[in-house]
């Protein structure tokens, strides 16, 4: 059967306890004077601790009051004496076992807990042992009390035995605990440790032998300091045992500094306040020298883990193809990429301290000035939402040109000011091809248009000499697939046209505008039979915007909402304005038509995106329409109607500049 591991312990404290017991009895201050080095009862408060919870604790408990008490009385202690000093020590280790579970720098190695690691454990531990010595001696002030009636209750002489048992723990119970850890100190230290050793025995000897008449304990001090800021911890403990037994041990025999006072009590009182001094300085520095290296040590490996990582994060981001920059809440450059500044025809350096603006040579795309203010990162900065912009950038170091896409999010750091990071990708290849691809499908769609127009009119002749035929619906039918054609290629280019054409920009006055699309949509339905949709215009601002792709957008927009109503329901459109940031000017348009399917509301304005089962249209209406705002500097979205089915289409215009035609507003 494997015994458990609290045994070896609990027998080594044992004899420590037997030993510190008979060693300290005889170490009595006055007739007959309580012992004034008592060991005892910080090894018997240690033992009950190492104890734990194993079958040996209630053992323990019953052998610390049987020890002290045959200790007590075969030193010539009396009968009733040592009967209540083995009470005291039983219940002081009782006591100070209750209180000290939370600390854990004090539990048994099979906890998995070290001693003493900090100086709160330090603190924790005195804490501790002024409890446990305060129960002892309130049962032995007691105990005094009934055994002799007569006797008077001294405060000095109970002060120097509370600092005595506090001494006991904070020393001589810390020393047992650090015991082990006295056989890991290094060569070096135990060379230097035999130095200070060597210089205090020494220095007390001078102060307690030959110079005892003069008041200079104070001037040993120095000593516990040196031991503390240079020694390991276990030495540093063993020293305080050493000397304060010394300091003890002069002051008993009737020597040194302290034992000139002809007052008994406080002479101990003194004495033991002197020893508790010397334990709290060694202890107290030694563990916040511990705790200095331990958090250097892990500043260390931090500091070598955080320099690993920024070494990975740069080689990293120097090799990415893409350009990264960092900028501060100013917009001058605080990291970039060698990326960045091949992207941008700017210098290599990764700092410049540079404002990134306009000056760099960056317009758009279609060439027309940009101002620092519409940049990305500006808006970043500024608090805004941005969604990747594609910028021209030319510059002597890019003389050709370069469209380079800004991807700007705002990044913050700490508590300090937020910065901006911007990844730049060069999409100028991209667009060459997709603008030769939409250039060639232009062409197509114009080539093809004349042989379309071939087509239906000879369909035409074919409805009229075949009618009242039945081949004439087969007419029908070529007649609708070329009418669907037209649409298709009028689409492509229409989308060429808002890509490409040259903007004109003018004050318009979107009141008349949109009056005269409606009026128009009104007459459609009349002229085909249908419900006349309801349209409700609210207050409508000008804008400044190029007249014909500016109709073809409010058009576009129309006719999607006319054509996406549920069978049998009326058609209805809400249409007005309101502010926008950026000398802006939103547009909505909302309806009671079916609605965008979930996760569809950014694919709606991709090219040839229809809805499933559609063949009215050709897939570019709201493409197109993406494209006129943009080329307008402006943003569209499309999102639920917030005030029941539907959909609402939000559109961004700049305001209009002319007064003349703000005037014509009309005012609702």
Known sequence: MRLPMAVPPVVGYAVLHLIAVLAGAGTTIGDPGEPMIWPAFGIAAMWLVASGESRWRWAATGAIGLFTAAGMAATGAGLGIALVEGLVAMLGAVV???????????????????????????????????VAALAGNLLRIAG????????????????????????????????????????????????????????????YWAVFSS??????????????????????????????????????????????????????????????????????????????????????????????????????????????????????????????????????????????????????????????????????????????????????????????????????????????????????HDVTADRRHRDELMSFAGRVAHDLLNPLTTIEGWAEVLEQELAGYRPAERVQRIQRAAARMRTFLNGLLAYTAARDGKLMPTTINMALLVGDIINSRLDQAESAGAAPPYFEVGRLDPVEADPVLLRQLLENLIDNSLRTMAPGVGPYLAISCQPAPNGLLRIDILDNSLGIPPGTRHEVFTNF????????????????????????????????????????????????????????????
């Open 144 to 203: 005094d009390l009934v055994l002799d009636g007569e006797r008077t209750f001294s405060v000095t002489g109970a002060a120097a035995l509370f600092l005595r048992d506090i001494v006991a723990v904070l020393v001589f119970g810390t020393a047992t605990r650090l015991l082990g850890g006295l056989l890991g100190v290094g060569r070096n230290k135990l060379v230097e440790g035999l130095a200070v050793f060597t210089v205090s025995a020494i220095a």
């Open 96 to 130: 100070f076992a209750i209180v000290v579970v939370r600390l854990p720098g004090l539990q048994p190695p099979a906890a998995g807990a070290r001693p003493l690691l900090s100086l709160p454990d330090l603190w924790d531990l005195l804490l501790c042992a002024g």
């Open 211 to 424: 110079q005892e008449d003069l008041p200079i304990g104070f001037v040993l001090i120095p000593l516990t300091v040196w031991a503390a800021i240079r020694l390991p911890t276990p030495l540093v403990a063993f020293h305080a045992v050493v000397f304060d037994c010394a300091a003890l041990l002069y002051t008993v025999g009737g020597h040194g500094p302290y034992a000139v006072v002809a007052d008994a009590e406080l002479r101990a009182m003194l004495i033991q306040l002197y020893a508790g001094i010397l334990g709290c300085v060694g202890l107290a520095l030694a563990l916040s020298r511990d705790e200095r290296d331990t958090l250097i040590g892990r500043l260390q490996v931090s500091e070598q883990e955080a320099t690993d990582k920024a070494t990975m994060m740069t080689t990293v981001v120097n090799s990415m193809t893409e350009g990264l920059a960092i900028l501060d809440h100013t917009g001058r450059l605080v990291l970039r990429n060698p990326a960045a500044g091949r992207l941008l025809g700017s210098a290599s350096a990764v700092t410049g301290e540079v404002a990134l603006g306009s000056d760099h040579g960056f317009f758009q795309p279609d060439g027309s000035p940009l101002s620092d203010a519409e940049l990305p990162h500006v808006r970043v900065l500024a608090g805004h939402d941005v969604e990747p912009m594609d910028v021209l950038v030319r510059n002597s170091a890019v003389p050709e040109g370069r469209v380079v896409r800004f991807n700007a999010a705002r990044l913050t750091l700490g508590t300090g000011p937020y910065h901006v990071v911007v990844v730049f």
């Open 609 to 668: 995106h229809r809805e499933k089962g559609s063949t009215s249209t050709n897939g570019l209406e709201l493409a197109i329409c993406k494209r006129i705002v943009e080329r307008h500097g402006g943003t569209i979205e499309a999102t639920a109607n917030p005030y029941g089915q539907g959909t609402r289409m939000s559109f961004t215009l700049p305001v209009g500049r002319s007064a003349y035609a703000r005037a014509l507003a009309p005012t609702r």
